[in-house]
C-alpha cells in the first residue's frame, strides 16, 4: 500500500454526507467564528466529521474522548487537520478526567459532552464565558437533569431528539451490539439463549437483532409498562434471576449502575458470555465479579479483550470488553452505523450553532432538540438519499 493511500478515517469522514453539506454551508455562514468548543465524545472516526464540521464553521475546537473509547489514529488524522485533540486511549478513570480537566481549563465557549463528564464539573466550578453546549446520552441527560439550577445555561439534549432515539439507538445500537459479538466471539447465535435487560430504544434493537439471528431473546426491564411491551412484541419476559439462569449471553443496555454483580456469580450458566452497551462501564460490575470470592482464576486472552473467569465449582464466565461499551470496545471497534451517526451528529452541529447565535436561553437547560432542527435535519438526510 502506498504512503498516499487514503485510510480507515477517510473513508467514514467521506461518507458522512450530511455532515460534508453541513460543513460546506458552515464554510460560508462561520456560525463559531471566534468561538472556542471543548468536546468529550468519543475519538473515533464518525466524530472526527463532525469535529471537522465545527472547525469549518470558525471554531477552535478542544477535544478529548470518553473511557476506554479513543482511537489513536483518530487522534492523529484530527491533529493533522489543526484540531486540538488531546485524547488518550484508556481505561483508567484517572487519566480520562485529567483531559477532561484540560478541557475545561481551556474555559471553551461552547462544550460538546456525551456522558455529562464536562457538565458535571461546569456545575461545581462554572466560569462565566461558557454559552451553553450539548449532551449527546440517555447517560448523561440523567446524571445532569439533577444538576439544572446550578447549571442554568442553555444545554440541549441530542439523545432526546427522535431522530437520535430511532436512527441510533433503536437501529444502529442493536446492529452494533449484534456486530461486536460476533467480532469479540466468533461464536454462534443460532439456538443460544441471549437476555437482553433493558428495553428502552437500544435494548428493543439489541433484542430484535439477536431475534434475527435466531437466537432465543427474553428481556428483563424493571419497568412493568416497558416489559409488558417486550411482551407483546414476541419477547419472553421471564423474571430477572431465572433469565439470568438460562442466559449463553447476556447483554447489559440500561443506563443503570450494577445490573449483573458479584451476587449473580451463583446464578449464572457455565460458559456465559456478558456483554455490556450502556455508555458507563458499571451496568456489569466487573471489579466486583473479578474479586468474588467464587472466582478461582482470570484468564486474559491475549490482545481479544476476553475475560474469562473460572470459579471454584468448574464453571466458567466470559466478559467481553472489559464491561466497556462493547460496540468501541476490543479489537477493531467500528462503533454505529456512519448513517446514524452522520444524522445525530448533524443535530449536534445544528444545536451547537442555534447556541452560538443565542438562539436559546437558560430556560432550555438539558431539555430535548428544538423540533425546527429535528425537521430540517430530516429534510437535508431525505433530500440527500431518496
Ligand atoms: N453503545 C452505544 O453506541 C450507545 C448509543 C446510545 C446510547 N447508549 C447507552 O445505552 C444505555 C441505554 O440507552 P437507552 O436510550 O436505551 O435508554 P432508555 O432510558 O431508553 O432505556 C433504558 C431501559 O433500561 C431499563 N432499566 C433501568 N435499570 C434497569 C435494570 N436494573 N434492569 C433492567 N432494566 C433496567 C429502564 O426501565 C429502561 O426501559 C444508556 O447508557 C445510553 O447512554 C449506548
Redesign the pocket.
Known amino acids: 500500500m502506498s504512503a498516499e493511500s487514503p485510510s480507515r478515517v477517510d473513508w467514514i469522514t467521506s461518507n458522512c454526507q450530511l455532515l460534508a453539506a453541513t460543513a460546506a454551508e458552515f464554510l460560508e455562514t462561520k456560525p463559531f467564528d471566534g468561538l472556542s468548543i471543548g468536546t468529550a465524545i468519543h475519538l473515533e472516526p464518525k466524530t472526527a466529521a463532525l469535529l471537522t464540521t465545527l472547525k469549518a464553521g470558525g471554531a477552535h475546537v478542544i477535544a478529548t474522548g470518553n473511557l476506554n473509547s479513543t482511537q489513536p489514529a483518530t487522534v492523529e488524522w484530527l491533529k493533522a487537520r489543526g484540531i486540538q485533540a488531546i485524547g488518550v486511549a484508556t481505561t483508567e478513570a484517572t487519566a480520562h478526567e485529567s483531559t477532561i480537566e484540560a478541557i475545561l481549563a481551556e474555559k471553551p465557549d461552547l462544550l460538546l459532552d456525551n ?1 455529562g463528564d464536562l457538565f458535571a464539573r461546569v456545575a461545581e466550578n462554572p466560569y462565566v464565558r461558557l454559552k451553553g453546549g450539548t449532551e449527546e ?4 441527560r440523567m446524571r445532569l437533569m439533577p444538576l439544572r439550577d446550578r447549571l442554568n445555561l442553555p444545554i440541549l439534549v441530542i ?1 432526546d431528539s427522535p431522530i437520535k ?1 430511532f436512527a ?2 433503536r437501529h ?2 442493536g446492529q ?2 449484534f456486530e461486536s459479538y460476533m467480532r469479540f466471539t466468533n461464536r454462534a447465535t443460532q439456538g443460544r439463549r441471549v437476555t437482553v ?7 428493543k434493537g439489541t433484542a430484535a437483532c439477536f431475534r434475527n439471528a435466531f437466537a432465543t431473546v427474553s428481556v ?4 412493568p409498562v ?1 416489559t409488558l411491551e417486550a411482551h407483546l412484541d414476541g419477547f419472553a419476559t421471564p423474571p ?1 434471576d431465572e433469565a439470568i439462569v438460562s442466559a449463553d449471553v447476556i447483554v447489559t ?4 449502575p450494577h ?1 449483573i454483580g458479584a451476587a449473580d456469580l451463583t446464578l449464572l450458566k457455565d460458559g456465559a458470555i456478558l456483554m455490556n ?4 462501564p458499571h451496568e456489569i460490575d466487573v471489579a466486583a465479579i473479578r474479586q468474588s470470592p467464587l472466582v478461582e482464576q482470570a484468564i486474559r486472552y491475549e490482545g481479544e479483550s476476553i475475560e474469562t473467569l473460572r470459579l471454584a465449582d468448574g464453571r466458567a464466565i466470559h466478559i467481553l470488553g472489559g464491561g466497556h ?1 462493547a ?2 470496545a476490543g479489537p477493531r471497534p467500528l ?2 452505523t456512519v448513517e446514524s451517526m452522520d444524522l445525530g451528529f448533524t443535530l449536534q452541529a445544528r444545536c451547537l450553532e442555534l447556541i452560538a447565535k443565542g438562539g436559546v436561553d437558560a430556560s432550555a437547560c438539558v431539555v430535548p432538540v428544538p423540533p425546527a432542527i429535528d425537521r430540517a435535519v430530516a429534510e437535508a438526510y431525505l433530500a440527500l438519499n431518496r
Do not use: K, P
Request: charge should be negative; glycine fraction near 22%.
Open positions: 456522558g446520552t440517555t447517560s448523561g439523545n432515539q441510533e439507538n444502529a445500537v452494533s451490539l435487560f433493558g428495553y428502552g430504544a437500544c435494548g428483563v426491564d424493571i419497568d416497558t430477572r443496555v440500561t443506563g443503570a445490573v452497551g450502556g455508555h458507563f461499551m460496540n468501541l462503533g454505529n
